[in-house]
């Protein structure tokens, strides 16, 4: 296995709660991504990290926040979950050179 | 960001049969990935064509770049069971990857 994982990998909240999902990486690769899966719209880019404290915003960044404060996490934060942001979540990594994403098992967010 | 187009959205077909399906942009790649996902699971990285008329073959796969760079085909010759699963295709500019919506297939014993 890649050594990336996510937790947690299902979760049941409600609206107006905070979230915070949690990708854990054993490669020390400088890239990580979190995209959101979707019927109909496939996987879009979220949020993206190129090192830590190095963050910046890809195409569905509305809602969520990001941190990385050491290379091997990088935390997605829903401040205020909406019924919208229902939807299962990847993270992945770039490895060097290749321009290759290795994604994470997802993690299924239902927002009531 | 450059929007690509998969065709079709999806394909039930029989142990035995072929199968193409597509990934196209208005734009030039600068280079395309092809992903497999499987239920429950994060995509998993197939093949990456970077020239134009490249052909690449993986068992039973061969894909397709075209020799414009705008569209790419996968093709897979008696299907199985096992070939189930959403397809993917990714453009690839600098460090961001930006996917299509997938060609879901499955193929019925």
């Known amino acids: 296995d890649a050594g990336i994982t996510q937790s947690p990998r299902h979760k049941v909240t409600e609206t107006g709660t905070p979230v915070t999902l949690r990708c854990h990486q054993t490669e020390n690769h400088r890239y990580m991504y979190w995209y959101r899966q979707d019927p109909g719209h496939g996987l879009r880019l979220i949020h993206y990290s190129y090192g830590v404290k190095d963050t910046d915003k890809g195409e569905v960044s509305d809602g969520y926040s990001v941190s990385r404060s050491k290379t091997e996490d990088f935390l997605l934060t829903l401040e205020s979950a909406t019924s919208s942001q229902t939807s299962v979540y990847f993270c992945?990594?770039?490895?060097?050179?290749?321009?290759?994403?290795?994604f994470g098992a997802g993690s299924r967010l239902t927002v009531l | 960001t450059q929007l690509l187009e998969q065709s079709p959205q999806f394909l039930s077909i029989q142990e035995g049969e072929n199968l193409t399906v597509y990934c196209n942009s208005s734009s030039v790649f600068s280079s395309l990935q092809w992903y497999r996902q499987e239920p429950g699971e994060g995509p998993v990285l197939l093949v990456t064509?970077?020239?134009?008329?490249e052909v690449k073959k993986l068992k039973r796969l061969t894909f397709q770049f075209g020799d414009a760079r705008k569209d790419s085909s996968l093709h897979i010759t008696a299907a199985q069971p096992g070939d189930t699963g959403l397809y993917l295709c990714a453009e690839t500019s600098g460090s961001r990857l930006t996917f299509g919506e997938g060609t879901q297939l499955t193929v019925n014993p």
């Open positions: 992945a990594i770039m490895g060097t050179g290749a321009n290759v994403l290795t």
């Open positions: 064509v970077v020239t134009g008329g």
